[in-house]
């Protein structure tokens, strides 16, 4: 029973160091995408033929000839092989989290195998993504999905730390009348939903060097745009050859794109602040804390990306928050609806 208990902690350990660990590839992803770094190697997996960026003068010369159209500069190329090998790493974790799942499998018959499997699969999918974003020359449908796919991998980590602790999160009586816990519960999914939505937004801004398009505050400039400049804005189907280095679109479906998202922190806003209420009403006090703040923090990020021109650490930390909101809200749901399910147990 001790060995089982120690092999059970082993793995929670290993899933929340990689749970972390993902925070900080997105962190990089972000910093790699926002220094303008996410073609700094131009080739993949290698950068530039090397298996880090060329350093000796006669290897950048080389490096230069092969590729006349993106010559070597050496404060982009660290940025995205840093990035690369990080990611990479992650991949590692991965792979020890779903042997060591396989073990628990076989020897107590309970571990979460499939969660770690899918987890494996949706880092390998990522891999394929961040080859595209290069080979496709940051073509927006694949930056935004690889940007989601980020997303995606930190919080089915963090959700399969959850249920390696079940025990201990999900623990307590409700606080909630039956009958309208699953109310709440679709509230919360609710909340998720969008908020998935915004980072989908929060990802093609970026993706389309949307985010200054427009630096007035609380509000845009809006009398120049016509309904073109929004179905240019949101053509998922955009030319693939040229390099979007810098963005393709105009300043009108810049715009357009630009106070979608601000309109869509407006509905997050709003629908995360019902789903609050209820948890107040529910007397379900440290989830309302916990999201309330990483709410504030997240809106206020997004403010001063604006307020101040978007500075380098500012706009990472917004991209950061923006995952550590989405797992909160993972996390939400899974708590809540894990009590449903219990309460449903209990009848």
């Known amino acids: 029973m001790q060995q089982k208990n120690k092999s059970s902690s082993n793995l929670s350990r290993l899933v929340l160091i990689a749970t972390l660990f993902s925070l900080f590839v997105i962190a990089l992803g972000a910093y790699t995408r926002l220094v303008h770094a996410g073609l700094g190697c131009p080739d993949w997996p290698l950068c530039y033929g090397h298996l880090w960026a060329p350093v000796e003068s006669a290897d950048i010369i080389k490096a230069n000839l092969a590729f006349p159209d993106a010559p070597v500069d050496l404060s982009i190329t660290w940025p995205e092989m840093t990035h690369r090998y990080l990611a990479t790493s992650l991949g590692l974790f991965c792979i020890a989290i779903v042997l060591l799942c396989y073990r628990e499998k076989k020897r107590i018959g309970q571990a979460p195998l499939k969660h770690s499997v899918l987890l494996l699969f949706f880092i390998i999918l990522q891999g394929l ?43 307590g009586e409700s606080n909630v009348v039956r009958g309208k816990h699953k109310t709440l519960c679709w509230l919360a999914l609710a909340a998720l939903l969008i908020t998935l939505f915004q980072i989908g937004l929060g990802g093609w801004t ?109 706009a990472v930390a917004h991209n950061v928050m923006g995952a550590i909101l989405f797992g909160g809200l993972v996390g939400t749901n899974y708590y809540l609806w894990s009590k449903a399910a219990g309460e449903e147990l209990k009848r």
């Open 206 to 314: 970026t993706s389309n060097y949307a985010a200054l398009a427009c630096t007035q505050l609380p509000w845009c400039d809006l009398s120049h745009l016509d309904s073109n400049d929004f179905s240019q804005a949101f053509n998922v189907f955009q030319q693939v050859g040229p390099n979007y280095l810098g963005g393709q679109l105009d300043a009108g479906a810049r715009i357009a794109i630009h106070i979608s998202h601000r309109i869509g922190a407006v509905l997050v806003t709003i629908v995360i602040g019902i789903l609050l209420i209820s948890l107040v009403r529910a007397r379900y006090y440290r989830l309302v804390l916990g999201l309330a703040g990483l709410l504030f923090i997240q809106l206020s990020l997004g403010l001063a990306n604006v307020y101040f021109y978007l500075p380098l650490f500012n």
């Open 129 to 171: 993504f961040g080859m595209w974003t290069v080979t496709l020359k940051l073509w927006p449908q694949v930056v935004t999905t690889h940007l989601l796919g980020g997303f995606f991998t930190f919080s089915l980590l963090l959700l399969l730390w959850l249920r390696l602790n079940k025990r201990v999160i999900i623990s």
